[in-house]
């Protein structure tokens, strides 16, 4: 089992910037690929981005390509999402999750995920 819990949601201005944080535990391994997705009111779940625990893969999604940024922290188990410039439209729920190995085909889809944190709440005013 991972368990996964997101941070550093909150409310900003338009054009403003968060850091968002999600913290692994339990059985984390080097093979687990971490998404990011978002779901606003009333929206499906979308992915953002994802990174590779080792850091050598990172992927976004057109719409927030060079605005998100994805890293991790290893010693700490964390991934982070870097959000710059972010706009009214993009207030959600953010999550982050995991999914043992990696196949760019579905690095897009909920289903392909196995863990998944609560959520943290992103909420951009204009």
């Known amino acids: 089992q991972v368990q996964l819990v997101e941070s550093g949601g909150g409310l900003v201005q338009a054009g403003g910037s968060l850091r968002l944080s999600c913290a692994a535990s339990g059985r984390t391994s080097s093979s687990y690929y971490m998404g990011w997705f978002r779901q606003a009111p009333g929206k499906e779940r979308e992915f953002v981005g994802g990174?590779?625990?080792?850091?050598?893969?990172?992927h976004y999604a057109e719409f927030v390509k060079g605005r998100f940024t994805i890293s991790r922290e290893n010693a700490k188990n964390t991934v982070y999402l870097q959000m710059n410039s972010l706009k009214p439209e993009e207030t959600a729920v953010y999550y982050c999750?995991?999914?043992?190995?990696?196949?760019?085909?579905?690095?897009?889809?909920?289903?392909?995920?196995?863990?998944w944190g609560q959520g943290t709440q992103v909420t951009v005013s204009s």
């Open positions: 999750a995991a999914r043992y190995g990696f196949t760019s085909a579905t690095m897009a889809f909920n289903y392909a995920y196995d863990y």
């Open positions: 990174i590779s625990w080792s850091g050598a893969m990172t």
